[in-house]
């Protein structure tokens, strides 16, 4: 049986002036399960796969599907988690929706976390 290498903190000394500044500045309540929603929603690999694409090229449904492997149905049904999650957005252009990651901060998140991965093999 391999050894557990977890940290543990042995002391039972609390350091109140830091522990009142953190909690002084912990975020409120709704806005720490808005993130964990985020999080949520780019916690699936099928929806990680179309984050991918999109962070190569802004792409229409059919376009998502065939890069994929995926029928339409299934892939609209991603997208739509993505859209509520503020994930992904969808702009109209005749009869197509062409969808793209919905601002700098997702594509930024999604290749910081690449990276990270990356680092870690």
């Keep these: 049986m391999a ?3 977890c940290v543990v903190c042995d002391c039972n000394t609390i350091d109140k002036s830091s522990v009142k500044k953190v909690k002084k500045s912990m975020l409120k309540e709704r806005v720490l399960f808005d993130i ?4 949520k929603a780019m916690a699936d690999s099928t929806r ?6 999109l962070d190569k090229s802004d792409l229409c449904v059919c376009d998502i599907s065939a890069t994929l492997n995926m029928t ?3 892939v609209s049904h991603q997208l739509q988690n993505l859209k509520e999650a503020g994930i992904v957005k969808g702009v109209r252009s005749g ?3 062409i969808y793209s990651l919905a601002d700098e901060h997702v594509r930024q998140l999604f290749e910081i976390c690449l990276e990270h991965v990356k680092e870690l093999k």
């Design 72 to 74: 339409k149905s299934a």
């Design 36 to 39: 964990a929603d985020f999080y």
């Design 95 to 97: 009869k197509q929706v």
């Design 3 to 5: 050894k557990c290498k």
């Design 48 to 53: 990680i796969k179309i984050i991918n694409a």
